[in-house]
T-cell receptor, first 115, second 114 residues
Framework: AQTVTQSQPEMSVQEAETVTLSCTYDTSESNYYLFWYKQPPSRQMILVIRQEAYKQQNATENRFSVNFQKAAKSFSLKISDSQLGDTAMYFCALRMLSSYDKVIFGPGTSLSVIP | DSGVTQTPKHLITATGQRVTLRCSPRSGDLSVYWYQQSLDQGLQFLIQYYNGEERAKGNILERFSAQQFPDLHSELNLSSLELGDSALYFC?????????????FGQGTRLTVV
């Protein structure tokens, strides 16, 4: 069965500092995508960054970057120069591109950015 | 705006009742996913449809059912409602393999069962 695990229920970081959120996953498929979604207090789900499993290069989007370790099935998110608006729940997600095309989410990490 | 529309935004109903949640995916998206998010919890995958056919099923209760219509909109039906069914229900859509990689989410329907 496919699973996504986030071992840090809550984290905090000082404004302007860097923080890393952890995610591990399990799948027997070779073709899949990984995502980090952000859910601010408004509860809207916002895509932060995506990573294709067949790409070795780590994805980067402005202050957000990932460390994708395929063999270890690890997909961590690094937020640099943290801002107050980064305060949110962060969900790691796995999309498998088999015939059933399922997207499953981890339990989330609540990130608080402290002024 | 993600392009995914969910109605209604809020719904309050009594235990034992039945409700229908509606989702209109982004234009051209063939896949629709439904998720349940209870208070301070993660997203639980319920069910996925692709071009009108059920494609994947998660932890969906037998009291819940869904369908996707020929115009690709989807409905999630919740019956014999219990207090524990109170949650935020999200719909998401994607274009399928080769078009988009991620799922685009609607604003959610907040269901309160009293």
């Amino acid at each position: 069965a496919q699973t996504v695990t986030q071992s840090q229920p809550e984290m905090s970081v000082q404004e302007a500092e860097t923080v890393t959120l952890s995610c591990t996953y399990d799948t027997s498929e070779s073709n899949y995508y990984l995502f980090w979604y952000k859910q601010p207090p408004s509860r809207q789900m916002i895509l932060v960054i995506r990573q294709e499993a067949y790409k070795q290069q780590n994805a980067t989007e402005n202050r957000f970057s990932v460390n994708f370790q395929k063999a270890a099935k690890s997909f961590s998110l690094k937020i640099s120069d943290s801002q107050l608006g980064d305060t949110a729940m962060y969900f790691c997600a796995l999309r498998m591109l088999s015939s059933y095309d399922k997207v499953i989410f981890g339990p989330g990490t609540s990130l608080s950015v402290i002024p | 705006d993600s392009g995914v529309t969910q109605t209604p935004k809020h719904l309050i109903t009594a235990t034992g009742q039945r409700v229908t949640l509606r989702c209109s995916p982004r234009s051209g998206d063939l896949s629709v996913y439904w998720y349940q998010q209870s208070l301070d919890q993660g997203l639980q995958f319920l069910i996925q449809y692709y071009n009108g056919e059920e494609r994947a099923k998660g932890n969906i209760l037998e009291r819940f059912s869904a369908q996707q219509f020929p115009d690709l909109h989807s409905e999630l039906n919740l019956s014999s409602l219990e207090l524990g069914d109170s949650a935020l229900y999200f719909c998401a859509s994607s274009g399928g393999r080769g078009r988009d990689t991620e799922a685009f989410f609607g604003q959610g329907t907040r269901l309160t069962v009293v």
